[in-house]
């Protein structure tokens, strides 16, 4: 195993750290704020771009830091996951940084799906505009009324009738969805009760202004909406397309969900690590630059044990998560399951505990909008929900470790 890094990474990465100290960075901090003093709450229809971003975009595309998550080298830069985690984990220290680059989810996996396993005429319609930063995308899963953590209990429905596909149903936290550029969603619907569960549902690409979509609401995470992307609750009630809007064809959503879960997962747990990164150097900066009774707060307590602990538990992750990226590249991610399911129960809790340090050593401002931590907990606690709870990928791993065993009784 090798995760040192290439020379095109390094010439990444020494290029993304660059980009995002000197263009980013002031633009964020200027952005939040003003987010915070205007805060609009869920009504998204009100919710507009903000020119300084969209300059970002223009600027990091002509600097050729743009669609860095795509393997495929006509569209994208052509990296394996190994060489494109660390790019992940620099983006990962910035709110913004994602989005300028063309490198945020569910942008992302949407469209790999649509790399891998588009049409010609759906790469033409969708694909190309995503790739441009024309528009973006949102992905509807997850439903209010069953558990969605058991993906085959999704019950809207993705039914053929005649030289249609007819969609009912209503999904929530569809990330992205309140965006004023979004334009189109992957509806993951069941089409086929009766066949293998594995093989009951399927993918469609449903323009949002096709009749029957309604976005009811945007969902605040902890208070906050998260604009200009919202997740939103979203009513599909009759909705008609042709057949050509299914992805591969009836039946085959859990096959296509395979293939874009494994590298997007390691998209979210390096982020994560770049979130970690920079939580851990707020909190050292904090407690070097302020003292009580007498003495720097880092010196107090047991600051310094818990320093070296979240040191130690980003670089485990890290190597991880790397490990993780190894294998998909080497053999799959159909091979990488166990692996693929550790390090997103691993990386959002070392991300959730660096941030409550972090949080504990600013006191007060920890928990305010004068800092970007409060934002950073709640990103680190809706990641041991998104793409599967912690407890779910925990019994992923046991299954796959019990099996070793029962296999060498046979």
Known sequence: MDFSHSERTRDYIKRIDAFIRDRVAPVEEAHLEEMMQARRGGDWKNWRLNPEIEKLKVEAREAGLWNLFLPDPEHGSGLSNVDYAPLCEAMGRSLIAPEV?????????????????GSDEQKERWLKPLLTGEIRSAFCMTEPDVASSDATNMAATATVEGDEVVLNGR????????????????????????A????????????LDTPGVQIKR?????GEYDEPYGHGEVLFD????P????ILGPGRGFEIAQGR?????????????????????????????????GKQIVNLGGNRERIADL???IDQARLLTLYAAWKIDQVGALAALTEISAIKVVAPNVLQQVIDEAIQMHGGAGVSNDTPLAAMYAQARVLRIVDGPDAVHRGMIARMELGKYAAAKR
């Not at 680059?101 to 396993?117: I, R």
């Not at 999904?171 to 009766?194: Q, R, Y």
């Not at 293998?196 to 323009?207: C, K, Y």
């Not at 009759?238 to 397309?241: A, T």
């Open 218 to 222: 945007m969902l605040p995470v902890f």
């Open 101 to 117: 680059f063309n490198c945020n989810a569910p942008d992302t996996g949407n469209m790999e799906v649509l790399e891998k396993y």
């Open 196 to 207: 293998n569960r594995h093989q009951r549902h399927s993918m469609v690409l449903v323009p």
């Open 261 to 293: 879960l494994g590298p997007g997962r390691i998209h979210h747990c390096m982020r994560a690590l770049g979130a970690a990164e920079r939580g851990l150097q707020l909190m050292i900066e904090r407690g070097l630059a302020r003292e009580a009774f």
């Open 238 to 241: 009759n909705v008609r397309l």
């Open 171 to 194: 999904k929530w936290w569809s990330s992205g969805i309140g965006h004023p550029n979004c334009k189109v969603a992957i509806f993951m619907g069941l089409t086929d009760p009766e």
């Open 243 to 246: 057949k050509s809007a299914f």
């Open 311 to 313: 040191r130690a538990g």
